[in-house]
Nanobody, 122 residues
Framework: QVQLVESGGGLVQTGGSLRLSCAAS????????MGWFRQAPGKEREFIAA????????YNADSVKGRCTMSSDNAKIIVYLEMTSLKPEDTAVYYC???????????????WGQGTQVTVSS
């Protein structure tokens, strides 16, 4: 059974940086795509970035391009999302997701973590 556990969220000031981690277990293939999403209160879930595990190819959504880096530690099956120049509008619950073959970088994804809260103070 695939399990995803996010960590690294918290309170950060405007302009600060955060690195979120997603530890994955139960993946049966090295070709999984791992994605990051976020959902702010009252808003729809938004795609941020994705990376294909086997080759490291990554994609960032336009809303975070230039401020977001996604990387992986293959030995431990952990993906990271590092965000810089954080703004209050980046406040949201951030989710990690995984799927062996999503239709596109933004999904759909079969497996989801429980989420980690990121709050950016002004």
């Amino acid at each position: 059974q695939v399990q995803l556990v996010e960590s690294g969220g918290g309170l950060v000031q405007t302009g600060g940086s955060l690195r979120l981690s997603c530890a994955a277990s139960g993946l049966t293939s090295s070709s999984y795509v791992m994605g990051w999403f976020r959902q702010a209160p009252g808003k729809e879930r938004e795609f941020i970035a994705a990376i294909r595990w086997s080759c490291g190819k990554a994609y960032n959504a336009d809303s975070v391009k230039g401020r977001c880096t996604m990387s992986s530690d293959n030995a431990k099956i952990i993906v990271y999302l590092e965000m810089t120049s954080l703004k209050p509008e980046d406040t949201a619950v951030y989710y990690c997701a995984a799927d062996p073959s999503p239709t596109s970088w933004s999904g759909p994804y079969d497996y989801w973590g429980q989420g980690t809260q990121v709050t950016v103070s002004s």
